[in-house]
Nanobody, 117 residues
Framework: QVQLVESGGGLVQAGGSLRLSCTTS????????MGWFRQAPGKERVLVAR????????SYADSVKGRFTISGDNAKNTVYLQMNSLKPEDTAVYYC??????????WGQGTQVTVSS
């Protein structure tokens, strides 16, 4: 059973920064890509950023471009999300996602990010 463990969430003032981390406990797990999603109260879970290991290609939601940066270490199945210039509308539960080569998705338990105005 692949488990993703997230850390780094918390409470921050608008304009501040946070760094989320996610890693898997399964040393034999091989992911094709990893990413971060977020879900605000009463809203759907949406993609924030994703990184493809084979090409190092990254993609971002329009709402976070220029403020968030995804990075990671493929060999360690670890992914980070550096969040700068945070806004109250970034408040959500952030979920780590890993997708393997069979297109199967694995999820972390979620970490709360709260941005106060």
């Amino acid at each position: 059973q692949v488990q993703l463990v997230e850390s780094g969430g918390g409470l921050v003032q608008a304009g501040g920064s946070l760094r989320l981390s996610c890693t898997t406990s399964a040393s034999t797990f091989s992911s094709a890509n990893m990413g971060w999603f977020r879900q605000a109260p009463g809203k759907e879970r949406v993609l924030v950023a994703r990184i493809w290991w084979s090409t190092s290609y990254t993609s971002y939601a329009d709402s976070v471009k220029g403020r968030f940066t995804i990075s990671g270490d493929n060999a360690k199945n670890t992914v980070y999300l550096q969040m700068n210039s945070l806004k109250p509308e970034d408040t959500a539960v952030y979920y780590c996602n890993a997708r393997n080569w069979a297109m199967e998705d694995y999820w972390g338990q979620g970490t709360q990010v709260t941005v106060s105005s």
